[in-house]
């Protein structure tokens, strides 16, 4: 499938600055620039779907963590501790 872009002539300079720096193609600069994006966007629509399987998996079950029992285990790990992992249970 052929795709043809139009490129802003500013942004076709700015690349030119950056591929003259790294020693590569604007075409191959580009080439990675969107295949970065698109693996950012199919991570992110994983992460969304990931989201709403556990939510509906905590809605049918009745069973969570509140969320200030969750970033106090965090913050215990971030300052080293060993905190006990906090446990699920029915949210009224």
């Given at each position: 499938m052929a795709i043809s872009l139009r490129i802003?002539?500013?942004?076709k300079k700015r690349i030119a600055r950056l591929v003259a720096r790294r020693d590569t193609t604007a075409h191959a600069?580009?080439?990675e620039a969107i295949r970065e994006k698109v693996e950012d966007e199919?991570?992110?629509?994983?992460?969304y779907a990931e989201a709403?399987?556990?939510l509906a998996r905590m809605k049918k079950?009745?069973?969570a963590i509140p969320g200030?029992?969750?970033?106090d285990y965090l913050r215990g790990h971030a300052e080293g501790g060993k905190p006990?992992?906090?446990k699920a249970r029915r949210i009224a």
């Open positions: 802003p002539d500013g942004v600069f580009m080439l199919e991570a992110r629509l994983a992460f709403k399987r556990r079950s009745g069973l200030g029992e969750v970033f006990a992992r906090p």
